[in-house]
């Protein structure tokens, strides 16, 4: 695991108590370091939840950029 997969995975697994919270929860999956890409999987509540992509774009990645500035996207991936 690369120090940036490091990083990223353990500012999500800072933020997943308040997903658990709501009845959710999120896995990291990866991070595409030339599409600058992190990949997650969502559980729980979050799967059908409308603020999905408002919890991915303005927590998580928010979060993720200020430790890794490389990052430009998070994805929920079905895999």
């Not at 599409?35 to 927590?59: A, H, P, R, W």
Request: glycine share 6%; hydrophobic share 35%.
């Amino acid at each position: 695991m690369s120090k940036d997969e490091k990083i990223i995975k353990e500012t999500i697994e800072e933020l997943r108590p308040f997903l658990n919270m709501d009845g959710g929860d999120i896995e990291f999956l990866k991070y595409d370091k030339k599409e600058k890409i992190v990949y997650v999987k969502m559980f729980g509540n979050c799967i059908n939840c409308m603020s999905q992509d408002q919890t991915l774009e303005l927590g998580l990645l928010e979060a993720i950029k200020e430790k890794v500035k490389d990052v430009k996207k998070i994805v929920n991936s079905p895999i």
